[in-house]
């Protein structure tokens, strides 16, 4: 079953997904080369106690920490530690979620650490970050769950292919309900296959987090001995952008975005929904 949310309980989303952006800033500021994916940890927990949220990270599944880092050929949930120390040239993937009053935020971004990046890698995080909007923009009411994963792969396919010969849409990992907890029904997929159809109809009150993460290779993954790290099979990089978004009578409110997707949102002619919390 999907939730349909009250605008009293997206109002209490936007609070969480308020603090996840203040994490995002927090610790994009954090890495830094000679920075360790556990110091990024720290910044974390430290941004959460501030404004009395919990981490809806920590401890789900098992998961051993507050944030995933998830560097280079990580795609996702990379587990912070102080072996990993940023390096000039890294490229980080950060993840992580609010719980305020039980209600959920989630979102993710990619980072360059230090400079001379690859034009590639510079490439690969906008190609990924602009398909997310895109799948934000399919958002409206009336249209299906397809509608934004054709609007993911629609945008990954139309760009210029990369020096590597592809862009490989992580297939093992997608977007997902969000609310009362932090993975709810349905399942997004970032591309359209037909066994899973049209997907459920969007209507006011659907919350998702919408999540693309595209490598400069394969579209397959394997998971590490830890149980955790996602890794590409053949060592490519890859980017990984969410956010979470409430769909409501006024359009969509991206819940994680400090202007509620208002910005990149008018680049689609879309205007965001007013902010419950202005």
Known sequence: MVEIKTPEQIAKMREAGLVVAAIHAATREAAVPGASTKDLDEVARKV???HGAKSNFLGYGGFPATICTSVNEVVVHGIPD???VLKDGDVISIDCGAIIDGWHGDAAYTAFVGSGHAPELLELSRVTEESMWA???AMKNGNRLVDISKAIEGYIRRQPRPATGKYGIIEDYGGHGIGSEMHMDPHLLNYVTRKRGKGIKLVPGVCLAIEPMVSLGTAQTEVLADDWTVITTDGTWSSHWEHSIALTENGPLVLTAVDGGKAKLAEYGITA?????A
């Open 48 to 50: 959460l106690a501030e």
């Open 135 to 137: 799948g934000i923009a």
């Open 273 to 277: 929904a007013p902010d419950p919390l």
């Open 82 to 84: 102080e072996k990993t």
